[in-house]
């Protein structure tokens, strides 16, 4: 369980609510759950419950797999639950889809489950230690020993790998932008794309890790590749191409406009404040903007400085 992790903590990985999608099914305590057709659901995230992020699953004929184990054990349990409810066939897959914690907590559920647990190669290198930082300089021998005791992926790939639920295809390809070890789940007999965090539904996204020129290029690709998806994010509600367009704007516009008041040179506070104020006027309505917005501005300046430290890749 993780119910000592802060508020703070919290907030910044993104209890979200979200906007749009499809049609509710069920509501849970962590999550509402989403039936996308043909064996596909998505699991949202619901605000305040400790889920920390969205998870989902896909039925094959043979076999389950889960996208993702949310932030607390629990919420992993209840949706296992849920997966058994809808169908006998064991859970075979659980695919991270990067090393964020309030996407990998709930590995352990899974692996007990008989899951094999799968991921780029860099989360299993930064699962137990780059997520130590979320809980800064004060962190706890009882929440730093909860990091390290996190269930690594037991198989890992460079770019991607398609997996068979049966006869049921998923493939999982590795796209830059997030954290550099991201991983999009597609599936392709439906037109369904679980992103991770390379998408963020009508909520301003956690850049910590991010390199949003990549992530900008990712969400190209999602609408080049993908036109008429149903698009399941890392978090907000289950969205389409309209509203990852909006997404990438919202990063476009955030680059651009920091650009735009280094031209005139400004920087540091006067710098956040002014951009903080053009960018409210369009996206002062989204998710957690009053949590992530001033942070989204000095990352992305040091990002574009060249001056952001990134988690070092797997050699």
Not at 151 to 179: A, S
Not at 220 to 234: E, I, K, M, R
């Amino acid at each position: 369980m993780l119910r000592p992790i802060t508020r703070n903590l919290v907030l910044m990985l993104g209890l979200l609510a979200g906007s749009g999608g499809v049609r509710a099914a069920t509501t849970h305590a962590y999550f509402t759950l989403h039936h996308l057709g043909k064996g596909i659901w998505a699991a949202i995230d619901k605000p305040g419950s400790h889920a920390g992020s969205n998870s989902g699953f896909i039925i094959g004929d043979k076999a389950v797999l889960v996208v993702d184990s949310f932030e607390d054990p629990a919420a992993a349990k209840a949706l296992l639950k849920v997966i058994h409810s809808k169908t006998h066939l064991p859970v075979r897959y659980l695919v991270n889809t990067h090393y964020h914690l309030d996407h990998v907590a709930g590995n352990g559920v899974y692996r007990k489950a008989g899951a094999v647990i799968l991921a780029q190669r860099n989360v299993r290198t930064w699962e137990r230690t780059e997520n130590l930082k979320f809980f800064g300089s004060k962190i706890t021998p009882a929440q730093k020993k909860m990091v390290q005791s996190f269930v690594l992926p037991e198989v890992v790939y460079r770019h991607g790998i398609e997996l068979y639920l049966g006869h049921r295809k998923v493939v999982v390809r590795v796209l830059p932008g997030h954290t550099g070890g991201d991983s999009i789940v597609v599936v392709p007999d439906a037109n369904v794309v679980f992103t991770g965090d390379l998408f963020w539904n009508h909520t301003l996204p956690n850049l910590i890790d991010a390199n949003t020129a990549a992530q900008i290029h990712t969400n190209t690709v999602f609408l080049h590749d993908y036109p008429s998806a149903t698009f399941v994010p890392g978090h907000g509600e289950v969205g389409h191409a309209a509203n990852v367009r909006a997404f990438r704007g919202y990063l476009e516009n955030l680059r651009q406009t920091i650009k735009n008041a280094q031209g005139k040179g400004e920087q540091g506070k006067k710098l956040v404040q002014d951009v903080l104020r053009q960018i409210k006027a369009r996206y002062g309505e989204w998710n957690y903007f009053g949590y992530f917005a001033s942070k989204n501005i000095t990352q992305t300046v040091a990002e574009l400085a060249g001056k952001k430290h990134l988690p070092e890749a797997s050699p």
